[in-house]
């Protein structure tokens, strides 16, 4: 059974660099067909996909977020990190990492999420 | 960009069916899957490729999706099931795109 756990700081002041790590455990996050992914979610609010990374480096951002988002990978560590920077207020929310599993149907990539982190609480304010 | 739009809330009678949309435009051509977040809980996949379900949920959640609307079927209702559900589409533009969300309410 894959597991997923966040880890990084709670709370980080306005205009830093947000930093959290996922180590997954229960399997290698080299095999298989999966990319991995950060999510998050703002208090009483909606889901909001933010990136992800398959374990060559390659990466896809959220245009809305992209000129301040970087993903990367360590396979030796089984982790996938995720920096936020320029933070503002708006930036405070549960922060999910999650596997992307992969499918082919009839020449179709249908990727969607199958496991998720706990999901950890990042606050920004001074 | 692509957009999906789920109602707020949808209430149903303990034992009876719930149904909850998802609308987008000819969302029957996209893959859909439909996630369930309990408070306090990260979300779970509850349906995949709009009507298959993953090992360990309940034949009581079923899936379907045609022309612009998808649709998440609970039947036999229990209190268990109350949650706020997510669709979900990969768009090729938008990549990953959720709906906002419908809470659940088991009366």
């Known amino acids: 059974q894959v597991q997923l756990q966040e880890s990084g700081p709670g709370l980080v002041k306005p205009s830093q660099t947000l930093s959290l790590t996922c180590t997954v455990s229960g399997g290698s996050i080299s095999s298989g067909s999966y990319y991995w992914s950060w999510i998050r979610q703002p208090a009483g609010k909606g889901l909001e996909w933010i990136g992800r990374?398959?374990?060559?480096?390659?990466?896809n951002y959220n245009p809305s977020l992209k000129s301040r988002v970087t993903i990367s990978v360590d396979t030796s560590k089984n982790q996938f990190s995720l920096k936020l920077s320029s933070v503002t207020a708006a930036d405070t929310a549960v922060y999910y990492c999650?596997?992307?599993?992969?499918?082919?149907?009839?020449?179709?990539?249908?990727?969607?999420?199958?496991?998720w982190g706990q999901g950890t609480l990042v606050t920004v304010s001074s | 960009s692509y957009e999906l739009t789920q109602p707020l809330s949808v209430s149903v009678a303990l034992g009876q069916t719930a149904r909850i949309t998802c609308g987008g435009n000819n969302i029957g051509s996209k893959n859909v899957h439909w996630y369930q977040q309990k408070p306090g809980q990260a979300p779970v996949l509850v349906i995949y490729r709009d009507s298959n379900r993953p090992s360990g949920i309940p034949e009581r959640f079923s899936g379907s999706n045609s022309g612009n609307t998808a649709t998440l079927t609970i039947s036999r209702a229990q209190a268990g099931d109350e949650a706020d559900y997510y669709c979900q589409v990969w768009d090729s533009s938008t990549a990953w795109v959720f709906g906002g969300g419908t809470k659940l309410t088991v009366l």
């Open positions: 999650a596997r992307v599993r992969v499918e082919m149907v009839r020449g179709v990539t249908i990727p969607y999420f199958d496991y």
């Open positions: 990374i398959y374990t060559s480096g390659s990466t």
